[in-house]
C-alpha cells in the first residue's frame, strides 16, 4: 500500500486517485489513524481478495466497475455508487466481475 500522504482541505476525485494494474489489485492508503483507515483500491476484471475475517466493520464504496461481495457464503453484486458494510469478524471475500474501483473504510471499536 502507499504511503503517499493525500492532501488536506482539498477536494479530491477518489476514483482518479488510483489506477488499474493489469492482473493486479493495487491499492492506497487515504487515511490511517487509531480510530481506523480508508484506502482506495483499483482491482483487475477476475482479481479477488479470498475469504478471511476482519476485526472491525468494513463499509465498501463502489467508485466504477461491477463486484461481487460475499459475506458468509452470500453473495451481493455491487455496481458503480452501491455500497455495503461486512460485519467485524464475519467472513467475507471480494471478486472483481469486471475491473471496478472502491473506497474501504474500517472502523475500529473502542476497547
Do not use: C, W
Amino acid at each position: 500500500m502507499s504511503t503517499e500522504q493525500f492532501p488536506r482541505s482539498e477536494i479530491l476525485e477518489m476514483d482518479k486517485q488510483v489506477q488499474y494494474s493489469e492482473n493486479a489489485i493495487v491499492s492506497r492508503q487515504v487515511i490511517k489513524d487509531a480510530g481506523g483507515n480508508v484506502s482506495l483500491f483499483a482491482f483487475d476484471k477476475g482479481q479477488e481478495l479470498s475469504e478471511h475475517n476482519a476485526p472491525f466493520d468494513a463499509l465498501i464504496q463502489v467508485l466504477e466497475g461491477k463486484v461481487d461481495i460475499y459475506i458468509e457464503g452470500k453473495v451481493y453484486p455491487l455496481g458503480k455508487g452501491n455500497s455495503i458494510i461486512m460485519p467485524a469478524n464475519i467472513p467475507h471475500a471480494v471478486k472483481a466481475v469486471e475491473r471496478f474501483k472502491m473506497l474501504l473504510t474500517m472502523v475500529r471499536k473502542p476497547d
